[in-house]
């Protein structure tokens, strides 16, 4: 497997749905799922969470990444409680799932050359 990997949030996806709608602009989401398929785009099961609440064709497409979401571990679980002892704040109670956390579990887990992508807009 490549040692660089880059992990995906879901806002990422949603703003690249936005702008570059995966209907009109194929060859940059084939180009995605070639990331995926080889197992270089990774995203913690909480982006898909957050994907499917959409119900659109962005929610579509990411059901079929079976490859890219993964499971969370013990040691991310552990992780993710360390993160939010230290930053309550990164869960937003309005939202049904934050995958925020998770993301950034994952990247620690695997601190091998990961490359996180977040698309965050300030309040």
Same mark, same amino acid.
């Given at each position: 497997? +490549?040692?660089?990997?880059?992990?995906?949030?879901? @806002? @990422?996806?949603?703003? =690249?749905?936005?702008?570059? /709608?995966?209907?009109?602009? /194929?060859?940059?989401?084939?180009?995605?799922?070639?990331?995926?398929?080889?197992?270089?785009? =990774? $995203?913690?099961?909480?982006?898909?969470? #957050?994907?499917?609440?959409?119900?659109?064709?962005?929610?579509?497409? $990411?059901?079929?990444? +079976?490859?890219?979401?993964? #499971? /969370? %571990?013990?040691?991310?679980? #552990?992780?993710?409680?360390?993160? =939010?002892?230290?930053? /309550?704040?990164?869960?937003? %109670?309005?939202?049904?799932? +934050?995958?925020?956390?998770?993301?950034?579990? =994952? $990247?620690?887990?695997? %601190?091998?050359? @990961?490359?996180? %992508?977040?698309?965050?807009?300030?309040?």
């Amino acid at each position: 497997m +490549n040692s660089n990997y880059y992990l995906i949030d879901s @806002s @990422s996806l949603m703003e =690249l749905n936005r702008h570059n /709608p995966i209907d009109v602009f /194929p060859s940059i989401w084939g180009k995605i799922e070639s990331l995926i398929n080889r197992g270089v785009m =990774l $995203a913690p099961r909480e982006v898909l969470d #957050e994907i499917i609440e959409g119900d659109d064709q962005l929610a579509e497409w $990411a059901k079929k990444q +079976n490859k890219m979401f993964v #499971e /969370p %571990t013990e040691k991310q679980i #552990e992780i993710v409680r360390d993160i =939010l002892k230290e930053f /309550p704040a990164l869960i937003k %109670t309005d939202r049904k799932y +934050n995958a925020d956390p998770w993301v950034i579990a =994952l $990247a620690i887990e695997m %601190t091998t050359s @990961s490359q996180i %992508t977040l698309t965050e807009i300030p309040n």
